[in-house]
């Protein structure tokens, strides 16, 4: 699935989050939402519940296929000229 700048960004505004999340904080705000707008509640409204369903499946995408964490190695390869002479690390 190919997201774009603004898809991504739309979901995010959809879903009221503010990027700081992990994934469990993502699931529990799109579960709490989606308990509001559930179309068999009271004021459901199945248009921005259809909304967040799509939102949290981009959300979710992008999370599951976005690297957290780099390998020495993988960060070597990217930044080749990234280590100093004293063994240390630095991008500057």
Request: hydrophobic content about 30%.
């Amino acid at each position: 699935m190919k997201i774009s700048y603004q898809e991504f960004k739309d979901a995010i505004n959809t879903l009221e989050l503010i990027g700081l999340e992990t994934k469990r904080q993502v699931k529990l705000k799109y579960l709490k939402l989606s308990k509001i707008y559930h179309p068999d509640t009271i004021n459901g409204n199945n248009n921005k519940f259809q909304q967040l369903n799509q939102a949290y499946k981009i959300v979710e995408e992008y999370m599951n296929n976005y690297k957290f964490q780099f390998s020495k190695e993988e960060f070597e390869k990217q930044y080749p000229f990234s280590m100093k002479k004293d063994g240390s690390w630095s991008l500057w």
